[in-house]
């Protein structure tokens, strides 16, 4: 079982930087792979970036460049920095976390809000 919580949003103006965070609970953390996504009002939820165990990256293409992810293993928490942000990105962002036995992420956090103001 793998607990998430998020930390680090709140409300910026456009061109700004945010960096959330995300701590996991539970010894396994290192063999997980970790994921970030976001839900703004009225839309689905959408795919920013994930990590992998091995620290592979990949990003949605309209995240790439600016937004980047990182993991810390030692302090069971995964980072989303994210730079240049647009009114667009204004959403709920949520981490999630899958098993390396697992087929989907199966863990998520409760979401922290992310406000872009223009």
């Known amino acids: 079982q793998v607990q998430l919580v998020e930390s680090g949003g709140g409300l910026v103006q456009a061109g700004g930087s945010l960096r959330l965070s995300c701590a996991a609970s539970?010894?396994?953390?290192?063999?997980?792979?970790m994921g970030w996504f976001r839900q703004a009002p009225g839309k689905e939820r959408e795919f920013v970036a994930r990590?992998?165990?091995?620290?592979?990256?990949y990003y949605a293409d309209t995240m790439k460049g600016r937004f980047t992810i990182s993991r810390d293993n030692a302090k069971n928490t995964v980072y989303l920095q994210m730079n240049s942000l647009k009114p667009e990105d204004t959403a709920v962002y949520s981490c999630?976390?899958?098993?390396?036995?697992?087929?989907?992420?199966?863990?998520w956090g409760q979401g922290t809000q992310v406000t872009v103001s223009s």
């Open positions: 539970g010894r396994t953390f290192s063999t997980y792979s």
């Open positions: 999630a976390a899958r098993g390396p036995w697992d087929s989907d992420f199966g863990y």
């Open positions: 990590i992998s165990s091995t620290g592979r990256t």
